[in-house]
């Protein structure tokens, strides 16, 4: 499928004139949702090694979990608060519908882009099937190699991970080579990677820009600190493009308003009839 060129929003354009854009992503003790964050990440970065990464990828990429439509799927994260994010206390559910329909305010003409907006975070039905948070949410980083002083929580928050001290994966480049391709990178288990599987296993008819969002859409160190780009190929650089300007919607869309979901849900039912079966497996 042709993707159509970026239409980059102008930075100026601002999404929340309500909160400035540099609150968003407050890690510090300031933010009333401090100890519940930093909670998540410490069990992350002390719990996700390679092997528990590659693990999981086998498990769950049998897809033998569920079947359902995505957007039943979808409806099942109003039971879910993500426990990793600093920004709002309202269900993932909620995010769906304002990532969506503000891309579809400044991207008209990208039927897809909205649709993703609409389901990037579907994958966080880990949660609800037994995977606790640190398996599920927050930001997302390779292992088998060096961590990041970037990543969020920074090179501290992993000092009881075993990969740490590990002669290999301590290593800038680890088990990797350089310019390897981020599709040949073993990253820390979550949805971004659980819903790429997904999407890819049931035959989707989404872009491959589509799916390298969902699957490096919590990629900050890399999208947004500039990290582990000697892991990059020629396709990831233009996935990050992507990726960035994906990242706007997913992060400045976020606030306390709730769209009326019943009103605009018959529109993003067309468009997952165009792209994804009527079922999936999960």
């Known amino acids: 499928m042709a993707v159509q060129p ?39 970065h002390t719990t996700q090694t390679l092997q528990f ?7 769950w990429s049998k897809l033998n979990k569920a079947q359902l439509p995505i957007l039943q799927a979808l409806d099942l994260l109003n039971n879910l608060v993500d426990d990793s994010d600093p920004d709002v206390d309202i269900p ?24 993703i907006g609409l389901i990037h975070d579907v994958g966080k039905v880990l949660a609800l099937w037994g995977e606790p948070q640190y398996s599920v949410v927050g930001d997302t980083f390779p292992l088998g190699c060096a961590f990041s002083d970037k990543i969020v929580f920074g090179t501290d928050s992993f000092k009881d991970n075993p990969d740490l001290n ?14 390897c391709g981020l ?5 820390s288990w979550g949805h971004d990677e659980y819903l790429y599987r ?19 859409h919590s990629f900050y160190p890399w999208h947004t600190e500039g990290e582990y780009m000697h892991l990059c190929d020629e396709s990831d650089k233009h996935s990050l493009e992507w990726v960035k300007e994906f990242n706007k919607f997913d992060l ?4 306390d308003e709730v769209p009326k979901v019943e009103e605009i849900k018959p529109y993003y039912e067309s468009l997952i009839k165009e792209y994804l079966p009527p079922i999936l497996r999960w």
Not at 53 to 59: G, I, N, P, S, V
């Open 6 to 44: 970026l239409n980059i929003l102008d930075p100026s354009d601002k999404f929340r004139p309500e909160k400035d854009e540099s609150l968003f992503r407050d890690y510090t003790n300031d933010n009333s949702y401090f100890d519940r964050v930093k909670r998540v990440y410490y069990s992350m």
């Open 53 to 59: 990464a590659t693990e999981k990828l086998q498990f």
């Open 92 to 115: 993932n559910s909620v995010h769906a519908f304002q990532t969506a329909e503000r891309i579809r305010e400044v991207h008209p003409d990208k039927p897809w882009f909205q649709l």
């Open 166 to 179: 590990h002669s290999v994966y301590r290593e800038k480049l680890g088990i990797y080579k350089e310019n």
């Open 183 to 187: 599709s040949n990178v073993i990253m």
């Open 198 to 216: 997904v999407l890819l296993q049931n035959g989707s008819k989404l872009p491959n820009e589509a799916l390298q969002i969902i699957r490096f």
């Open 252 to 255: 400045y869309s976020k606030s």
